[in-house]
């Protein structure tokens, strides 16, 4: 019997984001998309019409034994349920960020998963692009030298400027460190290798906010989470990276993310992104230099990308990049901002990782082993 070249895909969850996973799904035929599906019916056949893709339901989708992965694309407090009912009927798992809204449930996910033997995959999958994995690659050269430290910046007005509906980022499971918090702390141990303490204050400067987007401008939100968040991060290499994740920045001009080691200093482009501008300084060196990013996946938005790795990774037996442990570390160290803010105290994280594998040079579109 010829081996499988392709894996069937179930999506659950068909609002906002499913549209760019439905587009990009398109550049990777390992992917063979079997259906979508939404606890409201009408939007998963709005969007099935829209991509040519078929309606399905969630219990049809997991009682299809042509479905191989579920993509989870729900909000994050239904990530969790929804990624163990896909398990138990023994699907692997592919989730958007964050993995759960508590580390304790995302250790029921990743255990779960382990227990039955199929995989656990989570966005984000921005730091396979080209531009983090070139930023991986001058790390991993030694070009920098010892890594000492760093900074992440992500600093908005607040969502409620653009957001039709933003309420549920002032709510429980929002703010802005596990909204944005995943594209950076992931970008970071990526580069850096995983996290051994945090150190955090932060403050909720309003327990109310106007939305101020229409169509409901001027209703108050409640504010239940820390809207600005400051910190450190200790790595197990040492390095210390300064970390600001804030929905109460009005502007500010900090680079995403910039490493600092012994012999040179990198900007790293916005980790939401998969391209973006790589620039490398010496000590005391005038400007900056731009590495050339050469790698593949710069170029547009390729969120799926992540599906597509671990589709080839089960199919040939390799691990995946964007896996379980590492969004799992990430989520303790996220919690860990809070858990350290309230308390005063540094917080020592339990969970290990493997930097993933870097994407090498010589991968082609379409394909990434
Ligand atoms: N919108 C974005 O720009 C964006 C970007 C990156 C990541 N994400 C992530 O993607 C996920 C989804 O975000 P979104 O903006 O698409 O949200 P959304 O609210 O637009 O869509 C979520 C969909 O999931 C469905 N759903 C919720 N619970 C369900 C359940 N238990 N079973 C079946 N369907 C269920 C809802 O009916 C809804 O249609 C979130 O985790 C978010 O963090 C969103």
């Given at each position: 019997m010829?081996?499988?070249?392709?894996l069937?895909v179930?999506i659950?969850?068909?609002?906002?984001?499913?549209?760019?996973?439905?587009?990009?799904?398109?550049?990777?035929?390992?992917?063979?998309?079997?259906?979508?599906?939404?606890?409201?019916?009408?939007?998963?056949?709005?969007?099935?019409?829209?991509?040519?893709?078929?309606?399905?339901?969630v219990?049809?989708?997991?009682?299809?034994?042509?479905?191989?992965?579920?993509?989870?694309?729900?909000?994050?407090?239904?990530?969790?349920?929804?990624?163990?009912k896909?398990?138990a009927?023994?699907?692997?798992?592919?989730?958007?960020?964050?993995?759960?809204?508590?580390?304790?449930?995302?250790?029921?996910?990743?255990a779960a998963?382990?227990?039955?033997?199929?995989r656990?995959?989570?966005?984000?999958?921005?730091?396979?692009?080209?531009a983090?994995?070139?930023a991986?690659?001058?790390?991993d050269?030694?070009?920098?030298?010892?890594?000492?430290g760093?900074?992440?910046?992500?600093g908005?007005?607040?969502?409620e400027?653009?957001?039709p509906?933003?309420a549920?980022y002032?709510?429980?499971?929002g703010?802005?460190?596990?909204?944005?918090?995943?594209?950076?702390?992931?970008?970071?141990?990526?580069?850096?290798?995983?996290v051994?303490?945090?150190?955090?204050?932060?403050?909720?400067?309003?327990?109310?906010?106007?939305i101020?987007?229409?169509?409901?401008?001027?209703?108050?939100m409640?504010?239940?989470?820390?809207?600005?968040?400051?910190?450190?991060?200790?790595?197990?290499?040492?390095?210390?990276?300064?970390?600001?994740?804030?929905?109460?920045v009005?502007?500010?001009?900090?680079?995403?993310?910039?490493?600092?080691g012994?012999?040179?200093?990198?900007?790293?482009?916005d980790?939401?992104?998969?391209?973006?501008?790589?620039?490398?300084?010496?000590?005391?060196?005038?400007?900056w230099?731009?590495?050339?990013?050469?790698?593949?996946?710069?170029?547009?938005?390729?969120?799926?990308?992540?599906?597509?790795?671990?589709?080839y990774?089960i199919?040939?037996?390799?691990?995946?990049?964007?896996?379980?442990?590492?969004a799992?570390?990430?989520l303790?160290?996220m919690?860990?901002?809070?858990t350290?803010?309230?308390?005063?105290?540094?917080?020592?994280?339990?969970?290990?990782?493997?930097?993933?594998?870097?994407?090498?040079?010589?991968?082609k579109?379409g394909?990434?082993?």
């Amino acid at each position: 019997m010829a081996a499988r070249q392709r894996l069937g895909v179930g999506i659950i969850g068909a609002g906002n984001i499913s549209s760019q996973y439905l587009k990009a799904m398109a550049a990777f035929p390992v992917l063979d998309i079997r259906g979508i599906a939404d606890m409201k019916p009408e939007v998963a056949e709005k969007k099935a019409a829209e991509f040519g893709v078929q309606a399905a339901t969630v219990d049809g989708l997991l009682a299809d034994p042509g479905v191989d992965i579920i993509v989870n694309l729900t909000i994050p407090r239904a990530h969790v349920a929804v990624g163990l009912k896909a398990i138990a009927a023994g699907k692997h798992v592919y989730s958007e960020k964050p993995l759960g809204v508590t580390f304790e449930e995302g250790k029921k996910l990743v255990a779960a998963a382990r227990r039955k033997g199929v995989r656990i995959g989570a966005a984000p999958d921005t730091f396979l692009g080209g531009a983090h994995q070139q930023a991986r690659a001058v790390i991993d050269s030694g070009k920098l030298g010892t890594i000492i430290g760093g900074t992440a910046s992500f600093g908005v007005p607040g969502h409620e400027y653009w957001h039709p509906d933003p309420a549920f980022y002032y709510d429980i499971g929002g703010g802005p460190v596990l909204d944005m918090g995943p594209y950076y702390i992931t970008d970071l141990v990526n580069l850096l290798g995983p996290v051994k303490a945090v150190q955090a204050m932060s403050l909720t400067p309003a327990k109310e906010r106007p939305i101020r987007s229409e169509p409901k401008k001027g209703q108050l939100m409640k504010v239940k989470v820390f809207t600005h968040v400051t910190g450190t991060l200790q790595f197990v290499s040492g390095a210390l990276v300064q970390v600001s994740l804030s929905f109460d920045v009005p502007k500010h001009t900090h680079k995403p993310i910039e490493i600092y080691g012994t012999d040179a200093s990198m900007q790293v482009p916005d980790p939401n992104m998969f391209g973006g501008e790589v620039k490398l300084a010496k000590p005391r060196a005038p400007e900056w230099d731009d590495v050339p990013v050469k790698l593949p996946y710069a170029d547009a938005n390729y969120r799926s990308l992540g599906v597509a790795d671990m589709a080839y990774a089960i199919l040939s037996g390799r691990p995946h990049r964007a896996n379980g442990d590492l969004a799992l570390h990430v989520l303790e160290v996220m919690e860990a901002f809070e858990t350290a803010s309230k308390s005063g105290q540094i917080v020592k994280i339990r969970s290990k990782v493997e930097r993933p594998a870097a994407i090498s040079e010589s991968l082609k579109r379409g394909k990434i082993a």
